[in-house]
C-alpha cells in the first residue's frame, strides 16, 4: 500500500471513529426530549409532583447527554471539511445546503428553547415551559430529518446531476423526498425513542433494584415498558420497509448484508437461502460455509416464495462492498431488535399478572437485571445499523457517482494520523465525561431537588416553592 493510500485509509478510519462516537448522543436527545414533555405534560394535568421530580432528575441525564452531542457533532462537521474535502466541495450545492437548513429549521430553532426548558423552572408559567419542552423535542426530531436527509441523498443520489466536479441539484423535490429517506428517517426516529425508552427503563429498574425511591421509579418503567411493547415490534416492520428500498436502489449493499453471492443456483433456479451466520471464501467469490435457511431470502426481500435476489457476483468486482462488517452488523442489529421486543412481553406480561406491586416489584431481581443490561443495547443496534449502512455503500460515498477515495481528502500519512489521534483523543474524553457525570446523576438520584413549582390544574396557578419533603410523600396538594 503505498503512501497515498495509507493516508486515505487513515482518513476514512478517522471519520469512522468520529461518526461512531457521535451517533449515541442524537437519538437519546430525541426521545428523551419527547418523554420529558409526556412528563411534564402529566405533571401540568394531573398536579402530581412525583412526574416534576422526575422531570427534573431525567432532565438532568439529558442536559449531560445534548452537551455531548453538540460537542462532538460540531467535531464531526469539522472532520468533513478535514478528512473529506473532495466531497466537501463537490457536495456543498446540495449537502452543504441541507446542513445549513437543519442549522437554521433545528439547531437555531432548538437554541431559542433549550434555555427555557434547562432554566425556566419556577421563573415562567409552567404551561410556557412545556411549551419550550415540546419544542426542543420537535426542533430536535427536525434535526435529525435534515441529518438523514442529508445522508439519504448520498445512499440514493436523485435529483441532481453531476457536472464539472459539482453535484447541482435539478430537481429540490426530488433530491430531498429521495427514496431512502423515507424509511430511513422513521427508522432512525423509531430508534431513537426505542433507546430512551430502554434508558429510562434501565434507569428506573437500577433505582427499584437497589430499592431506592420505588414509589417514584415504579410507574415510568411500566409506562416506558408498555410502550416499547409496541415500538419495537413496529421498528422491525419499518426496518423491513427500509430493506425493500435497499433492494431495489443499492441491490449489491443488500446483497452485501446478507452474504448473498449467486442469483442462481447450478441447476438455474434461485439461490433463495438466507444465510444466518457465513463466512466468505478466500476469493470473495462465495462463502465458505454458511448455515442457511432455504426459501427465505425471498421471503425477505421479494415476500415471494422463490424470487431471484441479485448477488454480489453480478456486480463488477470493483464495485462490491466488503461483506463481513455489514452482514454481521446488520444481524446484530435485528437480534438486539428481538431481545428488547421479549424484554417488553417479559415486562407487560409481569404488569398483567399484577407483579409490578410496590410491595412485589423489587422481587422480580432478574427481570429486573436484564431490564438495566438491556439498557445498553439500543446503543449498540444504533452502532450495528449505521456500520451496516455506511459499509454497505462502498466503495462509494455518493453512491453510484463519487467514490470514496474521490471524496476523501490528499494529505500526507502524518497528517492523517495527526487528524486521527486528535479526534480519538477528544471524543473518548468526551465519552467518559458523559458516562461520569450520567452516572454520577443515577448515584445521587432525584433527591437534589430542593424545591419544585406547585401547578394547580383547577386555577393555573404559578410556580410556588415547596420542601424536598413534601415531595417525597409523593402527591402534593397545591396551594390556594
Not at 472532520?79 to 456543498?92: D, M, V
Not at 474524553?429 to 437534589?448: E, N, Q
Amino acid at each position: 500500500m503505498d503512501a497515498s493510500a495509507l493516508a486515505a485509509l487513515i482518513s476514512r478510519i478517522d471519520f469512522a471513529v468520529v461518526t461512531t462516537l457521535h451517533i449515541i448522543y442524537p437519538p437519546l436527545t430525541i426521545g428523551l426530549a419527547l418523554l420529558l414533555f409526556l412528563a411534564e405534560w402529566r405533571w401540568l394535568q394531573r398536579g402530581d409532583n412525583r412526574w416534576y421530580r422526575l422531570c427534573r432528575f431525567f432532565e438532568r441525564l439529558f442536559i449531560v447527554n445534548f452537551g455531548a452531542g453538540v460537542a462532538t457533532g460540531v467535531t464531526m462537521e469539522l472532520a468533513f471539511g478535514i478528512l473529506y474535502g473532495p466531497f466537501s466541495q463537490a457536495a456543498g450545492p446540495i449537502f452543504g445546503q441541507v446542513l445549513g437548513y437543519e442549522t437554521i429549521t433545528a439547531f437555531m430553532y432548538e437554541a431559542a428553547f433549550i434555555g427555557l426548558m434547562i432554566f425556566g423552572w419556577g421563573r415562567i408559567h409552567p404551561k410556557i415551559h412545556l411549551f419550550a419542552t415540546a419544542n426542543v423535542a420537535l426542533s430536535s426530531a427536525i434535526s435529525a430529518m435534515w441529518i438523514m436527509n442529508a445522508n439519504s441523498w448520498m445512499q440514493s443520489p436523485v435529483g441532481v446531476k453531476l457536472q464539472n466536479g459539482y453535484f447541482y441539484v435539478a430537481d429540490w423535490f426530488a433530491a430531498l423526498l429521495n427514496p431512502n429517506v423515507l424509511a430511513s428517517f422513521p427508522h432512525m426516529l423509531l430508534a431513537s425513542i426505542e433507546l430512551s425508552l430502554c434508558f429510562v427503563i434501565a434507569v428506573c429498574a437500577w433505582f427499584v433494584l437497589k430499592r431506592r425511591d420505588i414509589e417514584l421509579f415504579q410507574r415510568p418503567l411500566k409506562y416506558c415498558l408498555v410502550a416499547l411493547l409496541f415500538v419495537a415490534p413496529l421498528q422491525i416492520f419499518v426496518g423491513d420497509a427500509l430493506g425493500q428500498i435497499v433492494a431495489q436502489t443499492k441491490p449489491a449493499a443488500l446483497a452485501a448484508m446478507e452474504g448473498h453471492y449467486n442469483t442462481y443456483l447450478p441447476d438455474g433456479t434461485p439461490n433463495s437461502e438466507w444465510h444466518v451466520v457465513s463466512w466468505p471464501n478466500q476469493a470473495g467469490t462465495g462463502n465458505a460455509w454458511a448455515i442457511s435457511i432455504p426459501h427465505f431470502l425471498s421471503l425477505l426481500e421479494t415476500h415471494s416464495w422463490n424470487d431471484p435476489v441479485p448477488g454480489l457476483n453480478d456486480f463488477p468486482a470493483a464495485d462490491r462492498p466488503p461483506v463481513v462488517v455489514p452482514f454481521y452488523a446488520f444481524r446484530i442489529m435485528a437480534g438486539i431488535g428481538g431481545v428488547l421486543a421479549i424484554l417488553a412481553i417479559w415486562g407487560v406480561w409481569l404488569i398483567w399478572r399484577g407483579r409490578f406491586t410496590l410491595a412485589q416489584i423489587a422481587s422480580h431481581r432478574w427481570f429486573l437485571l436484564s431490564a438495566i443490561g438491556c439498557g445498553t443495547l439500543p446503543y449498540l443496534a444504533i452502532w450495528a445499523g449505521w456500520w451496516a449502512r455506511e459499509s454497505a455503500r462502498q466503495p462509494w460515498i455518493v453512491y453510484g457517482l463519487m467514490r470514496t477515495d474521490q471524496g476523501v481528502s490528499q494529505m500526507s500519512v502524518a497528517a492523517a494520523s495527526f487528524w486521527l489521534v486528535g479526534f480519538t483523543v477528544l471524543e473518548v474524553i468526551v465519552s467518559l465525561a458523559t458516562f461520569y457525570y450520567m452516572a454520577k446523576i443515577c448515584r445521587l438520584g432525584p433527591s437534589d431537588v430542593d424545591n419544585a413549582p406547585i401547578f394547580n390544574p383547577q386555577n393555573n396557578a404559578g410556580a410556588v416553592p415547596e420542601t424536598e419533603a413534601a415531595f417525597n410523600s409523593g402527591h402534593v396538594t397545591p396551594r390556594q
